[in-house]
């Protein structure tokens, strides 16, 4: 562990020994937001709080924000009003506030004058300070120093990559391993790469043996995470990283996203095509427009004919692969006639799953103050039109899996049906819902998938079920 956050856990202990202090922590957002969630988990936990879910009992309470889109701020926004009265009854309650809206002077500004009860904010890359405010607020609280207890915590330009920290994973069988932060993409309508600063990737030996780890503390799915992982530069390549994965030893299958179009390489297809049962045949690839005018508004650096021939090369050499993308509709300028190519790139590409979503302007980006707006009633109706297509050919493309048998990683309870329904993934991401008598979370299970819609499988287990440890 990083020894000056290990340092400083452990002078924060004896202030939480009189008596358990619980830590809740909220994260919106992404699977990057996750796993920095379950790092700033880990550090709670070293320094003595007990983790719980519940904020009301909590006496360190951290929000981990979302600043991708205007209506992920407003709820972050409306979760932090919400911990207005927790503070008003608790005066040592410790708030603190993460992720990507807290990289933002202006927004850093606002929770400070208008949000008095939050204690700290911590950009994002600025995690291992963490200890550092805590510990602050604490001596405060307990008075042994005067002043304020609050702290924020801006991003560092000069941000590296850090190592170090300890995890507390919130599944024992799924892990999350970034590979790299940031972005330098500077899509037109994005925030991250304000927000998450420059890329940075990690040393290839530090992943190897992060995963290595994993895979003999008994994971069994890894997923490989960055904002654009095809632009790794740690002291190989991503596909020369996912092959060095794919050698240890075990018992265990890797996933990675996100793949930004412009640099998918054969060399990755190749890799994934030559580990079948190593590296998932699931590739997420944001396509964002059907539309080569939209594409180049929004800076994304490849045409459709240049997706199409990815996803050409991909089919060719995985013909059952799984392809997911993301798509804006109503970006500032998109016509009828633009709108119409995305509608018609999702006929033809005929993705698994879309993640659809409606252009939301972000202050500070170059789309934000370009003209031409999308009336908020037009961007409805468009983006209603596409999901609901998209649900029938999404159900169509999963009908390619009914009579297939398929082992898959069973994750929980499902919170459908009547309780004994559990949720599994396929090792294409695909998620399958089985009935079981007995608890299989964690486990792999064989089933025979009977039928499929736009939103799952269904499936029945063809062996019988594992025993129990
Ligand atoms: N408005 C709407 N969607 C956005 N995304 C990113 N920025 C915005 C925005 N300003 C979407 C993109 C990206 C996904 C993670 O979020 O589709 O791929
Ligand atoms: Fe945003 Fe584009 Fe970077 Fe993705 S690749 S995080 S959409 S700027």
Avoid at 178 to 207: H, K, L, T
Avoid at 209 to 237: D, F, M, P, W
Wanted: with cysteine.
């Amino acid at each position: 562990m990083n020894p000056e956050v290990q340092a400083l856990c452990r002078e924060i202990r004896p202030y939480l020994s009189a008596r358990p202090h619980y830590v809740y922590v909220r994260t919106f957002g992404c699977q990057q937001n996750v796993a920095d969630g379950e790092k700033m988990l880990g550090m709670a936990v070293e320094m003595g709080y007990v983790p719980c879910d519940d904020p009301d009992r909590a006496d360190l309470i951290l929000v981990n924000t979302c600043a991708v889109r205007e209506h992920a701020e407003r709820r972050v926004l409306s979760v932090i009003g919400s911990f207005r009265r927790l503070r008003e009854t608790r005066p040592g309650l410790i708030i603190g506030v993460t992720g990507c809206m807290t990289a933002r002077t202006a927004r850093v500004e606002q929770l400070r004058r208008s949000y008095p009860y939050v204690t700290f904010t911590l950009a994002p890359g600025r995690l291992a300070e963490m200890p550092r405010c805590i510990l602050h607020a604490l001596r405060r609280i307990a008075g042994e120093q005067r002043g304020s207890r609050r702290s924020f915590c801006l991003p560092d330009d000069a941000a590296s990559v850090e190592e170090g920290l300890p995890v507390l994973r919130a599944e024992r069988h799924r892990a999350w391993v970034p590979v790299m932060y940031g972005c330098d993409n500077f899509c037109s309508y994005c925030i991250v790469p304000y927000v998450r600063g420059r890329e940075r990737s990690r040393d290839s030996a530090e992943i190897v043996s992060e995963v290595r780890g994993l895979v003999s503390a008994g994971v069994k799915e890894i997923t490989l995470l960055g904002q654009n992982v095809n632009s790794y530069r740690g002291s190989c390549t991503f596909p020369e990283l996912l092959e060095q994965l794919a050698a240890l030893p075990g018992d265990f299958l890797l996933h990675f996203m996100t793949s930004h179009p412009k640099d998918a390489s054969p060399a990755l297809i190749r890799v994934m095509a030559e580990h079948p049962t190593r590296v998932s045949s699931h590739l997420h690839l944001p396509l964002q427009s059907g539309s080569d005018r939209i594409l180049a508004a929004m800076n994304r650096r490849y045409t459709l004919e240049r997706y199409r021939g990815i996803v050409r090369d991909l089919r060719a050499a995985i013909p059952d692969a799984s392809l997911t993308t993301d798509i804006i509709v109503g970006f500032p300028g998109e016509t009828e006639e633009d709108y119409e190519r995305t509608l018609d790139a999702l006929r033809e590409f005929r993705f698994d799953l879309v993640y659809a979503f409606v252009y939301s302007p972000r202050e500070g980006t170059v789309a934000a103050s370009l003209p031409d707006a999308v009336p908020e009633e037009e961007k409805k109706r468009r983006i209603n039109r596409l999901l609901e297509m998209q649900a029938t050919i999404s159900a169509e493309c999963a009908q390619r899996h009914v009579g297939k048998t398929l082992r898959v990683l069973v994750d929980s309870p499902a919170r459908v049906g009547d309780g004994d329904v559990y949720a599994a993934r396929t090792s294409q991401n695909k998620l399958v819902h089985f009935h079981s008598p007995v608890d299989l979370t964690g486990r792999y299970v064989t089933l025979r998938i009977d039928r499929a819609d736009a939103f799952a499988l269904y499936g029945t287990p063809v062996d019988e079920p594992p025993a129990r440890d």
